[in-house]
């Protein structure tokens, strides 16, 4: 593992935890595709609610989607190997009476001994220096049949252009040096990996943004966000 990357993404977002929770922060892109998020995962696990569904959120920052998927009845643990983030995700939680298993973890690291009914992964592959090792790793803690949930960014000038040069250096949506584009993951890549694991019914759907209505919706335009949903066999 190259450390000196390691920590820089430690630093990064590190400096970063306190601006959570704020809708008009940093962290305001997050804030907008909460929503749509959320009614992707209630699509793929065809549920209204989560009635105690047993998720596991990879690298949960401050808790964001797993206090979204905890207010519709999951039973949610979070990881993250930010100790700021767990820091801010657990007291936002006790604010709002949540009852979130928020712990300090480097998953590429570190083992968990638990196995869960859903794994979710949203925005964390494309920070990684060996996703392909993770996805291999994540099998581990998911249940036979149990549900991988992915949200990653396509790689191609287009999302380069729009992420970084746009979302990043001219609007400043996204922080400053939040992403490398050589992470970025092409949908075929990420599909062979999970084949390779054992995974099925590999499905894709894309994130778009609509600029006329300034919104977010699912869409089968993966050439920029898309998420991938897929079954351990």
């Known amino acids: 593992m190259n450390y000196k990357v390691k920590n820089s993404e430690f630093d990064h977002f590190s400096t970063l935890a306190r601006d959570w929770w704020s809708k008009k922060g940093k962290f305001r892109v997050l804030h907008d595709i909460q929503p749509i998020r959320i009614e992707y995962i209630l699509e793929v696990l065809n549920k209204k609610n989560l009635n105690n569904t047993k998720i596991l959120d990879i690298g949960c920052g401050g808790g964001l989607i797993s206090e979204g998927l905890s207010k519709i009845g999951a039973n949610v643990t979070g990881i993250d190997f930010i100790k700021e983030n767990i820091d801010v995700a657990k007291m936002h939680s006790k604010k709002n009476n949540l009852n979130i298993n ?107 943004f609509n600029p006329k209505k300034l919104s977010w919706n699912l869409s089968e335009n993966t050439k920029i966000n898309f998420f991938c949903s897929c079954v351990l066999a």
């Open 102 to 208: 928020y712990v300090v973890k480097d998953f590429e690291k570190e083992k968990i001994d638990s196995k869960y009914d859903v794994i979710i992964i949203l925005e964390v592959l494309e920070h990684l220096n060996n996703w392909e090792s993770f996805i291999k790793k994540i099998k581990v803690n998911l249940k036979k049949n149990g549900i991988l949930i992915i949200s990653t960014i396509n790689r191609n000038l287009l999302s380069k252009f729009l992420t970084i040069d746009i979302g990043e250096n001219l609007l400043k949506l996204i922080p400053l040096n939040t992403h490398n584009f050589f992470k970025f993951i092409k949908p075929e890549e990420l599909e062979y990996v999970l084949t390779s694991n054992k995974f099925q019914n590999i499905q894709f759907r894309g994130l778009s």
